[in-house]
């Protein structure tokens, strides 16, 4: 990670205006979004837009031949290039034949991908962007912090700053006032201007139509009232049918801005009449810089299926910390990520996807039905590929690759941590758990690990059924107790636990770092221990090693190349179910019984990232809870990462601390004295995060709050 | 299909009304015409663009009662402070209008003056974007323009203002008998 780059986090993190701002927006979204979106089947609704986008991505080169007949035909012109320098000469060149001295544009994303406005000022034309928030950005010197907000990082103040030196004038701080001065000053540029330049949310090949979108007004007045109008258009914006515009007119602005429908839609296909009579210079420039390569890529083609609404940013518990600038691009956030990999260079991504915590978020909301986390893991992937991984990491995952050198270290570790140990907890673990405990203890090394205590576990010799028990590093090395307590409840349920010795590590750490050969070699390894013993289940208690077995082997050995792994690798994910799921299974069929008639009191639930949005089992913990006699009370956001993200919190703690510090408000705000989860990852970062902030709050794995309650 | 449409087009700030006919549309705008129009120049007058609606109307008396220009120009309509024009189509789910603005006229008087008097005959008023599909094309309309509610922006800290490079009033006018075959 970079000097600079590791500066702008922390600039970012402390520059309350920006997180307040970004933080308060998000609670908002999340809210006025839902509202939106009242009576509209959502997953329905994303499904055909998918559908339709990704059949335009899989056509571009016949709707974009199709788009320019139809549009030349209503008497466009219609220029198509791949190549970004080819397009500002072009326009440089349209502007130039029609003695253009200024220029009004509204907000286009696609202009600043290729830095359109410093190249036809350095022509010597004037460039104005009319967007209230492009201007004052654009009045500041800055690049936007957000693809829909873009100077949602500035207060009413700096805004008021800008304009009075803008207007010569000193000009109150009053809201209303400033965009009245904005109108009058923009106005006059409006009505003056010789070139109008916009981009198109839409561009409908059946049609030769563009479509614009817009709250303010101003792509009305610049596709209105200058003779000229040039629209740059990324060919991602191309659908094939008239009718395709309903679904994503549907979508964009629910998600955009959580309204029905923006202020103004124009539909706009060929030229129009202009003020004095004649027909409108209309010039479309239909751009590639790199998409069609993207959408011949089986990993990336998907990303064309975006409709640019930013609602990925809105959720995203990175962003709202950040916000754009980090990102040092004009495409922010994790589908910003994405799209600076191909528009800029694949290399210029290297520190900002790991910005990344892979909470899913996005994943949840996206019109689009974008798999972003998927993207920047390939990323991850491709980097590594390219250039290795980075040397420390190197000797990590060397020693997770040895099961034997790494289970050692980790009873090493046990030895070694002893001298710290308080409580349950040190201040500083060896090993890859690094010493950076920003805000957050973490857990001893067990001084036995679950391994050691399995043989000792007396087990009922009459069970019916077999459960392979995969424990991961953290119930192993960590919370053995969590370990005993799943024996004793799949025990109760008759059903026989084994733990193959074999196993290890799930892979993930290195999976999520880009290591595929490290995860490869880790899920080989575990699919031959796991599959050993004849059983029914496979379970395990962490949701992230659940994914891993049940989501990620197949995946990872197939990249790696490794099909003749694949049988074997579906046979184990057909097998593997998380604990509460299964738990609850049994609790249905009658197999197990929890104590009746408990008055626990109230508790309340955070929903781990991967058991939530890969999983989806989010109602049997719950259920499972209530049953045994707990009242859970609701906490806000309990859907929102707690900022472990397994390595991230050692790699970017100043980003996991202040989303833990969220997560432990959050918590303490229900008044519940109990938090349960199901993921050990998010135990020992929460229960780190008390013993720190010395609240009275117990941070509890469901599987110890069950084993309690079983009717003997 | 009107009460639903009224209630969404309010929702996001429009002011909808609704006359039997075009005389009660009349006594309607003409002296809502001469209370905004009565304010200091520049911006004293306003635009009416060509509608249905003034077919067969004799202008003449309407010009004197509010000094209202029915040739729109660019100067005209940004000197000018309500701008009238008629919308063929209005969406109930959204409170949209619809309305083809190929002809430069529509879009100027829609765009540059403050407030934006939308006429339009209550019997358009359908449920959706879907049920649009088959009453507007685009090769034949070069310029649709939907309309929902008044200019915005949330650029400043979040703040909803109104008003920015577009109408900052809304008003829309529904007419239950236009006169004539309804379009
Ligand atoms: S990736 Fe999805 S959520 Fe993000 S901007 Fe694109 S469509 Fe919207
Ligand atoms: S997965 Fe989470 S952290 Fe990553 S981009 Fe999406 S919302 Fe942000």
Redesign the interface.
């Known amino acids: 990670m970079k000097k600079e780059f590791r500066e702008s986090i922390g600039r970012a993190v402390g520059n309350a205006t920006l997180t307040g ?1 970004l933080g ?2 998000s609670e908002a979204y999340k809210v006025n979004r839902a509202k939106a979106y009242e009576g509209i089947d959502f997953e329905a609704l994303r499904s055909t837009i998918a559908e339709r986008k990704s059949h335009a991505a899989a056509n571009l080169e016949l709707l974009a031949e199709t788009f320019a007949n139809n549009a030349e035909a ?1 008497g466009a012109k219609v220029f198509r290039t791949n190549d970004p320098e080819q397009v500002k000469e072009y326009i440089l060149k349209v502007a130039q034949a029609h003695d253009v001295k200024s220029v009004v544009k509204s907000k286009s994303m696609a202009t600043e991908e290729i830095h359109l406005n410093a190249f036809l000022e350095k022509a010597g034309i004037a460039v104005g962007e ?4 492009e201007w ?1 950005i654009q009045l500041a010197g800055q690049k936007p912090s957000h693809m829909v ?4 990082h ?3 103040e700096e ?1 008021a700053d800008l304009f009075s030196k803008e207007v010569d004038e000193r000009i109150e701080n009053d ?2 006032r ?3 001065v ?2 009058k000053e ?2 006059a540029k ?2 003056k201007a010789d070139m109008g330049i916009s981009g198109a949310n839409i561009a ?1 090949a059946e ?1 030769g ?1 563009l479509v614009l979108v817009t ?4 792509a ?2 610049v ?3 200058p003779k000229v109008h040039v629209a740059l258009v990324g060919i991602e914006k191309l659908v094939e049918r ?2 395709d515009i ?1 679904p994503i ?2 979508a964009l602005p629910r998600s955009a ?1 959580a ?17 004095d009579g004649a027909l409108k210079d209309l010039h479309i420039v239909l751009m590639d810089n790199r998409r069609s390569e993207m959408a011949n890529d089986p990993k990336f083609k998907q990303a064309l299926q975006c409709i640019r609404c930013g609602s990925c940013l809105n959720v995203c518990p990175i962003f709202r910390l950040v916000g754009g600038h980090v990102f040092g691009s004009i495409y922010t956030g994790g589908i910003g990520t994405i799209l600076t990999a191909w528009f800029e260079e694949l290399h210029n991504s290297e520190d900002i996807q790991g910005l990344c915590i892979q909470c899913g978020n996005c994943k949840e909301i996206c019109p689009g039905k974008l798999d972003i986390p998927e993207m920047i893991m390939e990323i991850r992937r491709r980097l590594v590929m390219e250039k290795g991984q980075p040397l420390a990491q190197k000797a990590i995952f060397g020693i997770v690759n040895n099961r034997a050198l790494f289970h050692g270290m980790l009873r090493a570790a046990s030895i070694a941590g002893k001298p710290f140990n308080s409580g349950g907890f040190i201040r500083h673990l060896p090993l890859f758990l690094s010493d950076l405990t920003d805000g957050r203890s973490l857990p001893a090394i067990a001084a036995e690990p679950f391994r050691d205590r399995f043989p000792t576990i007396q087990q009922p010799a009459d069970c019916r059924e077999t459960a392979v028990f995969f424990a991961g590093c953290l119930i192993d090395f960590a919370y053995p107790e969590m370990g005993e307590a799943l024996v004793r409840i799949m025990n109760r349920a008759g059903i026989r636990v084994v733990f193959p010795e074999a196993q290890t590590c799930c892979g993930a750490p290195a999976r999520y770092s880009g290591a595929y050969e490290v995860a490869g070699q880790n899920a080989m390894d575990n699919i031959q221990a796991l599959l050993a013993d004849q059983a029914e289940y496979v379970v395990s208690a962490c949701p992230t090693c659940t994914v891993a077995l049940a989501h990620e082997f197949g995946d990872t050995l197939e990249s790696l190349g490794h099909r003749e792994w694949l049988p074997q690798a579906t046979a184990l994910a057909e097998k593997t179910v998380d604990f509460s799921t299964l738990v609850k299974r049994l609790v249905d069929a009658g197999r197990l019984t929890l104590k009746e008639g408990q008055q626990l009191g109230a508790l309340t639930y955070h929903d781990s990232c991967h058991l939530k949005r890969t999983l989806r089992a989010t109602e049997p913990p719950r259920e499972l809870l209530r049953a045994a006699g707990y009242e859970v009370k609701e906490m806000f956001e309990c859907d929102m990462c707690c900022g472990m993200g397994g390595s991230y919190s050692m790699k970017l703690p100043e980003l996991s601390a202040p989303i833990l510090q969220r997560k432990l408000h959050n918590i303490k705000e229900t008044g519940a004295p109990v938090v349960a989860m199901d993921c050990p990852g998010c135990v020992m970062q929460i229960r780190g995060g008390f013993d720190q902030d010395r609240a009275d709050v117990k941070v509890k794995h469901t599987v110890e709050l069950l084993a309690e309650r079983l009717e003997s | 299909m009107y009460e639903q449409f009224k209630a ?1 087009a309010e929702g ?1 700030g429009a002011e909808v009304y609704r006359f039997k006919d075009r005389e009660g549309a009349l006594a309607f705008i003409l002296p809502f015409l001469h209370e905004e129009g009565g304010a200091a120049p520049p911006h004293s007058c306003a635009v009416w663009a060509e509608s249905p609606f003034l077919e067969g109307l004799d202008r003449e008396p309407l010009r004197e009662v509010a000094g209202i220009r029915f040739e729109v ?2 100067e005209a309509a ?1 000197a000018a402070r309500v701008g009238i024009t008629q919308a063929e189509w209005a969406l109930a ?4 209008l619809v309305q083809d603005q ?3 006229e529509q ?2 008087a829609s ?2 003056t403050d407030i934006h008097i939308a006429l339009l005959p209550t019997g358009n008023i359908i449920p959706d ?2 049920a649009l ?1 088959s009453k507007i094309d ?2 034949a ?19 909803l ?1 109104i ?5 900052e009033r809304l008003v829309i006018v529904c007419v239950d008998d236009m006169g004539g075959p309804a379009r």
């Open positions: 701002a308060k927006f209503l009319t967007d209230l928030g004052i907000m873009p100077a949602i500035m207060t009413k805004v809201i209303p400033l965009v009245k904005a109108r923009l106005r409006f009505l409908v049609t139509s709250n303010e007004g101003n009305r007045l596709t209105t009232l008239f009718d309903v007119l549907t801005t309204q029905l429908l923006t202020s103004y839609v124009s539909i706009i296909s060929g030229p129009t009449p202009t003020t | 969404r996001v120009s660019r940004a789910d959204t409170g949209t190929t002809a430069v879009r100027l765009s540059l974007k879907i599909l685009p090769r309309s070069r310029y649709i323009a939907f309309i929902t509610g008044p200019s915005r922006t949330a650029d400043i800290e979040r703040v203002t008003g920015v490079h577009g109408p």
